[in-house]
């Protein structure tokens, strides 16, 4: 051979060491990858290429699938009243893709996780088409109906909890959208996706996961905690030596109440009238870092608290003396999901023992085989039971007497605390009113724990309260999940 040609082999040569070197990168390290690519095209087309599996409340489906024509696609995804169940499903479109349950369990609903690999070569074998597993959820159909409902045109979230599992009962945010607007690929489900995308009351936003706002006086029941815990009240009806109005410390300005006397009530009487003094004082006795770390017990400061989608984080925040009195009462930078103040609700009910909040019970192969079942987990023990049981005693008392009388149930015990929380520059806008609660039957169970807030109303400024208008809500939801339990 001679040099030009030699040349021109070891050249030949080279290039084909490259393509095949080039396609075994392909194939072998960037296969997986590539295989869930969301701009893969092929990914999408196969994921609608077959009915998706469904997600399943009270063993029924709240989702389904129709057959399509003109596309690649050959399914579309549809739910069964998707305004109401969108914060617990998420949207699966096949022009925008998929979140929450829609997207985190996509291996499981369209038949392509590595756990259905046996029932998959079954029906190749067998000649069955694929075909898509389903979501089990832990959500109650009549809880989440009148959580929604009770919400109606008002924003707002609902969050009601199993305090003994953490199973989430219900999870309910408005304004709401309806998935189905924009299941297809066509025109007109872009224009309804970018219409609702702009829409300035964001109705996307699932508010009881991914919304914080400043807890107001529901907080109070954490700073309570936090003082029986260390100790700066063993007494909830002895006096508290508490002024009123407080001064906060280190400035000139005072903290004032919107009811009742004050001046050195007992923890009993200052959580059932909501005293911002005494909450106020006891936060900064107690002092930031203690506060910082009885809030954690409780699950603020977790940054990655899924369920399985993931909750933004809630945060009491790290700061000075005056500030921290604030954020004793639920105000300053101290900011709360929905999810969170259930949370507090519920470890408190649950005598001081905080379960991992959860929503998938169970994953299911298309022939119902269970590939997954959830244990419920202790997330931490938030308080002892003695002083769980003298937060039991005090949040009862607000719900008989106090400020939250408009939750109470005939025959059910009821523990809460009301919030009427200021937001905006010098608290100009509407306040959020909230509301976090348990019922207890008589046989000493606690079946649900429940945290309502509502934005923004019709109400007027002064008509805007945590018992007048969250109150009501959480006490038609708790009264779903205790007569679906008859």
Same mark, same amino acid.
């Given at each position: 051979?001679?040099?030009?040609?030699?040349?021109?082999?070891?050249? $030949?040569?080279?290039?084909?060491?490259?393509?095949?070197?080039?396609?075994?990168?392909?194939?072998?390290? %960037?296969?997986?990858? *590539?295989?869930?690519?969301?701009?893969?095209?092929?990914?999408?087309?196969?994921?609608?290429?077959?009915?998706?599996?469904?997600?399943?409340?009270?063993?029924?489906?709240?989702?389904?699938?129709?057959?399509?024509?003109?596309?690649?696609?050959?399914?579309?995804?549809?739910?069964?009243?998707?305004?109401?169940?969108?914060?617990?499903?998420?949207?699966?479109?096949?022009?925008?893709?998929?979140?929450? *349950?829609?997207?985190?369990?996509?291996?499981?609903?369209?038949?392509?996780?590595?756990?259905?690999?046996?029932?998959?070569?079954?029906?190749?074998?067998?000649?069955?088409?694929?075909?898509?597993?389903?979501?089990?959820?832990?959500?109650?159909?009549?809880?989440?109906?009148?959580?929604?409902?009770?919400?109606?045109?008002?924003?707002?979230?609902?969050?009601?909890?199993?305090?003994?599992?953490?199973?989430?009962?219900?999870?309910?945010?408005?304004?709401?959208?309806?998935?189905?607007?924009? #299941?297809?690929?066509?025109?007109?489900?872009?224009?309804?996706?970018?219409?609702?995308?702009?829409?300035?009351?964001?109705?996307?936003?699932?508010?009881? *996961?991914? @919304?914080?706002?400043?807890?107001?006086?529901?907080?109070?029941?954490?700073?309570?905690?936090?003082?029986?815990?260390?100790?700066?009240?063993?007494?909830?009806?002895?006096?508290?030596?508490?002024?009123?109005?407080?001064?906060?410390?280190?400035?000139?300005?005072?903290?004032?109440?919107?009811?009742?006397? $004050?001046?050195?009530?007992?923890?009993?009487?200052?959580?059932?009238?909501? $005293?911002?003094?005494?909450?106020?004082?006891?936060?900064?006795?107690?002092?930031?870092?203690?506060?910082?770390?009885?809030?954690?017990?409780?699950?603020?400061?977790?940054?990655?608290?899924?369920?399985?989608?993931?909750?933004?984080?809630?945060?009491?925040? @790290?700061?000075?003396?005056? %500030?921290?009195?604030?954020?004793?009462?639920?105000?300053?930078?101290?900011? #709360?999901?929905?999810?969170?103040?259930?949370?507090?609700?519920?470890?408190?009910?649950?005598?001081? @023992?905080?379960?991992?909040?959860?929503?998938?019970?169970?994953?299911?192969?298309?022939?119902?085989?269970?590939?997954?079942?959830?244990?419920?987990?202790?997330?931490?023990?938030?308080?002892?039971?003695?002083?769980? %049981?003298?937060?039991?005693?005090?949040?009862?008392?607000?719900?008989?007497?106090?400020?939250?009388?408009? #939750?109470?149930?005939?025959?059910?015990?009821?523990?809460?605390?009301?919030?009427?929380?200021?937001?905006?520059?010098?608290?100009?806008?509407?306040?959020?009113?909230?509301?976090?609660?348990?019922?207890?039957?008589?046989?000493?169970?606690?079946?649900?724990?429940?945290?309502?807030?509502?934005?923004?109303?019709?109400?007027?400024?002064?008509?805007?309260?945590?018992?007048?208008?969250?109150?009501?809500?959480?006490?038609?939801?708790?009264?779903?999940?205790?007569?679906?339990?008859?």
């Amino acid at each position: 051979m001679n040099k030009p040609l030699r040349r021109i082999a070891i050249f $030949c040569g080279l290039l084909v060491l490259a393509l095949l070197i080039r396609d075994n990168w392909i194939q072998y390290v %960037q296969a997986d990858s *590539l295989k869930t690519d969301s701009k893969n095209r092929r990914v999408a087309i196969e994921r609608y290429g077959t009915p998706r599996g469904d997600i399943i409340v009270d063993g029924k489906a709240i989702t389904g699938s129709v057959a399509t024509k003109g596309t690649d696609y050959k399914y579309k995804r549809t739910w069964k009243n998707g305004e109401m169940w969108a914060p617990v499903t998420g949207y699966s479109s096949q022009i925008i893709g998929a979140t929450q *349950l829609e997207s985190l369990e996509d291996g499981i609903l369209t038949g392509n996780d590595d756990r259905l690999f046996f029932r998959n070569t079954l029906d190749m074998i067998t000649g069955k088409k694929k075909e898509g597993g389903s979501v089990v959820t832990t959500l109650n159909a009549a809880a989440q109906k009148a959580a929604f409902n009770g919400l109606g045109n008002k924003k707002g979230a609902v969050v009601a909890l199993d305090p003994k599992t953490g199973a989430i009962l219900a999870l309910a945010s408005t304004p709401s959208y309806d998935p189905s607007t924009f #299941a297809g690929i066509s025109n007109t489900d872009s224009k309804a996706f970018q219409k609702l995308d702009k829409n300035s009351d964001k109705p996307m936003l699932n508010r009881a *996961l991914r @919304e914080t706002y400043p807890p107001g006086s529901t907080f109070k029941v954490v700073t309570a905690a936090a003082a029986l815990e260390n100790g700066t009240v063993s007494d909830i009806d002895d006096k508290t030596d508490s002024p009123d109005p407080y001064q906060l410390p280190e400035t000139t300005t005072d903290l004032t109440n919107e009811h009742g006397v $004050c001046k050195n009530a007992t923890l009993r009487y200052a959580l059932e009238q909501s $005293c911002n003094t005494v909450f106020g004082k006891l936060s900064d006795t107690v002092g930031n870092e203690k506060m910082r770390e009885q809030a954690a017990k409780f699950g603020f400061d977790e940054a990655e608290l899924d369920v399985p989608v993931r909750a933004a984080e809630s945060v009491y925040p @790290e700061d000075n003396r005056p %500030q921290n009195a604030m954020a004793g009462i639920g105000q300053a930078s101290n900011r #709360a999901t929905p999810l969170q103040m259930a949370m507090v609700a519920s470890a408190v009910a649950n005598d001081g @023992e905080l379960m991992k909040p959860y929503m998938v019970d169970q994953l299911r192969a298309s022939n119902l085989d269970v590939i997954e079942t959830h244990d419920p987990e202790t997330l931490s023990q938030a308080v002892s039971p003695e002083t769980a %049981q003298k937060l039991q005693d005090m949040m009862e008392t607000v719900v008989k007497t106090g400020t939250g009388q408009k #939750a109470q149930i005939e025959n059910v015990t009821v523990g809460g605390k009301t919030g009427t929380a200021q937001h905006g520059v010098d608290n100009k806008e509407k306040p959020y009113a909230w509301f976090i609660s348990y019922a207890r039957l008589s046989d000493g169970s606690a079946p649900v724990a429940v945290a309502v807030v509502v934005e923004d109303s019709d109400a007027e400024r002064g008509d805007i309260s945590g018992g007048g208008l969250a109150a009501p809500i959480a006490k038609s939801v708790m009264q779903a999940v205790i007569n679906s339990k008859k």
